[in-house]
């Protein structure tokens, strides 16, 4: 399936976040690495959970890759407890930690062409095509466009996307609308994120909506005279 965007639509979409939720400065984490262990721990949970099992482990070793490997995987589990799954995402990150070390660590990796690293990425147990993309834009700051949950459900509502797309379609639209540039496309995941969580919820703020001029199924609803959705 090959999806295309309007490069002047997206725009104007991205105006309006910008002007109603303002700069997001993400990613929220210290250094590279933490962005890599946090975008596998997040997976099917909060960012605050996330920083919880971060804080636990930090008060047990240094928070670099062989110290985190030599740690028991019991003993790994139950301080990530806080991010949920815990036993699974210890199995994970300890595929992840393996491979970073094997390759050389992050300077080694960061000398890696962006398709090179993408595919080793995806080669890693437990990684996938978000996790990976997330880690290139926020860790290794390369323009490569982060599809996730909020992405299909915004851009689905606003009838700019099949929301069910395959993920390298959805990817490709964007990096085809939005001039390549990995500090602008962090920007955009991070607005979407919050405008996700603040009005384009499963249950959609509508009334409260900085896009509800350009959402078809807002303007339905004032069309027909039925009330927004709203707090």
């Known amino acids: 399936m090959t999806c295309r965007l309007d490069t002047a639509q997206v725009e104007r979409v991205y105006e309006r976040l910008f002007d109603a939720y303002g700069e997001q400065h993400w990613w929220p984490a210290d250094t590279p690495f933490e962005v890599m262990l946090g975008a596998i721990l997040t997976q099917n949970t909060s960012w605050q959970n996330v920083e919880k099992a971060l804080d636990r482990l930090r008060g047990a070793v240094l928070l670099d890759a062989e110290s985190l490997l030599s740690m028991p995987r019991e003993v790994l589990a139950d301080h990530l407890r806080p991010a949920g799954y815990y036993n699974l995402k210890a199995g994970r990150l300890a595929a992840f ?112 909506c900085p896009l509800r001029g350009l959402c078809p199924a807002a303007l339905r609803q004032e069309a027909v005279g039925r009330p927004l959705y709203s707090n």
């Open 97 to 208: 930690l393996a491979w970073y070390c094997e390759q050389g660590g992050y300077a080694a990796l960061n000398a890696l062409e962006t398709a090179e690293l993408r595919s080793g990425l995806l080669g890693v147990h437990g990684i996938g095509p978000e996790t990976a993309d997330d880690m290139l834009l926020y860790a290794f700051g390369r323009p490569v466009f982060v599809i996730d949950a909020y992405t299909r459900r915004l851009f689905g509502r606003l009838g700019m996307l099949p929301p069910d797309a395959p993920y390298e379609s959805l990817r490709g639209a964007f990096e085809a609308a939005i001039p390549a540039d990995a500090r602008h496309y962090g920007e955009w995941h991070a607005l979407i994120v919050a405008h996700a969580k603040s009005a384009c919820r499963s249950r959609p703020v509508c009334a409260e």
